[in-house]
């Protein structure tokens, strides 16, 4: 059961990122950092895109709250949740990127109301990678450690 709840996970993830979901759309989850006093916080943020489980990007300002939050503490939870039917909370660590080819790979054109494109230095990526999962989908649940598997499907290894 918990391959297949991993998979609708992996589905769900995929159709609420900007690159996957429907076009003109913007969808969000909720990401948990921790702040400078140890405390943590949560934002809504939309997803780039995403590679299964194993991680997820989003596109923000290198002076950001949170990218300054991320460069002093990189561990991380993610949230999907939509009206009750699913919620898919991911737990690992997090990471912020200036590499061009990335930030060219991410880009969104709602990203335009920010930035004057994707070589602007003050834009970044953050991919999070995803080390524990909590699934509750269609009133079955899944808890546990996401098997790592070291490959090129992360944007960062992959450069």
Not at 108 to 129: Q, R, V, W
Request: charged share 20%; aromatic share 10%; net charge negative.
């Amino acid at each position: 059961m918990s391959k297949e709840l991993i998979e609708k996970a992996e589905y769900l993830i995929q159709q609420n990122t900007v690159h996957s979901g429907p076009e003109g759309s913007y969808p969000y989850c909720v990401l948990a950092l921790i702040d400078k006093d140890g405390v943590p916080t949560a934002s809504t943020i939309t997803p780039a895109k995403s590679h299964g489980i194993q991680w997820i990007s989003f596109c923000t300002g290198f002076g950001s709250t949170k990218a300054k939050r991320i460069l002093n503490n990189s561990n991380a939870s993610v949230c999907f949740n939509t009206g009750g039917t699913y919620n898919i909370t991911l737990k690992g660590w997090i990471e912020v990127s200036t590499n061009p080819e990335i930030k060219q790979e991410m880009w969104y054109s709602g990203m335009g109301n920010h930035f004057s494109g994707p070589d602007d230095p003050g834009y970044c990526t953050l991919i999070f990678h995803t080390t524990k999962y909590n699934l509750w989908i269609d009133c079955e649940e899944a808890v546990g450690d996401l098997d790592i598997v070291q490959s090129n499907d992360s944007p960062a290894q992959a450069r």
